[in-house]
């Protein structure tokens, strides 16, 4: 299951049943799970944490050091969980002292060209398109759906079960539930196809549905906005999500 071409370091950690193929190149201080496919050429580096079930396809590369010029060497790592699709040319750059580590979820689909930099985190069950990147410390919520070539600046966050359009750009926080799109990127409607999909009820959508008529609709600023949601919309755990959301946004969301 081992090429006899592949660069191992003696101080990597191997679970069972992986298959690490030609010119593979793994350093000192990874640690990797159980089940795991690594096709020809990857490299993963020092810091690379990878857990159970995952396919990483040639050429991409786990936990190189940020593209941070604030980096002096400090240890981190680049941590990715379970049954994750990693393909051709990803890259994801290990965390510095910002906040330690960079995280993949679990179940994540990671399409070519895609880059996920220094302490970014990203959920479960996500779909990343092709040539998208992210900076720094931004955030992926759960089953976000994210087009090719999107372009993300540091610090936002995108929320869950969303859906972005190919080739947007933003340097605010996408709330969840929505689709976004247009140039300059916009509020387009809620992600009613796949809320669908994910098991919302009608009625919970049609909630979700009048809580964005109210923030992006009423005229209202957003605080104002807010506790007309609170004061009419029916509470749920995904009405809470947004309120939470938007509240704790530091760059602001998206209009």
């Known amino acids: ?15 069972n049943n992986v298959e690490i193929g030609p010119f593979v190149y793994i350093d000192k201080n990874v640690v990797i799970g159980d089940n795991n496919v690594i096709m020809p ?40 969980g379970d049954n994750n699709t990693i393909r051709e040319n990803v890259t994801i ?25 220094h302490d970014a985190i990203i959920g479960n069950g996500c779909i990343i398109g092709n040539a998208t990147k992210f900076a ?20 936002c966050r995108v929320g869950g079960y969303g859906m972005l359009q190919g080739g947007s750009r933003f340097s605010k926080d996408i709330p969840p539930f ?32 009048n809580a964005y008529r109210i923030i992006y609709s009423s005229g209202k600023n957003v605080s104002e906005a807010l506790e007309q949601v609170k004061q009419e919309v029916p509470m749920s755990p995904e009405i809470e999500y947004i309120i939470q959301f938007i509240e704790s946004s530091k760059r602001g969301i998206i209009r």
């Open 93 to 117: 750059n290990r965390g510095t002292a910002a906040k330690g580590k960079t995280i993949v979820g679990n179940n994540n689909l990671l399409m070519e060209g895609v880059h996920v930099a």
């Open 136 to 155: 720094g410390e931004t955030v992926i919520d759960d089953f976000s759906i994210i087009s090719a070539s999107v372009l993300m600046h540091q610090f």
């Open 1 to 15: 299951m081992i090429s006899p071409l592949a660069h191992i370091h003696p101080e990597a950690k191997i679970g």
């Open 178 to 209: 929505i689709i976004a799109g247009r140039d300059p990127i916009t509020y387009c409607g809620i992600n009613i196809v796949g809320l669908r999909r994910r098991g919302f009820s009608n009625e919970l959508i049609e909630n979700i549905h």
């Open 41 to 80: 050429n990857a490299t993963i580096l020092y810091g690379a944490r990878i857990g159970n079930g995952n396919t990483i396809f040639p050429n991409a590369v786990i936990s190189a050091i940020p593209q941070d010029l604030k980096f002096r060497g400090e240890e981190s790592t680049a941590e990715i």
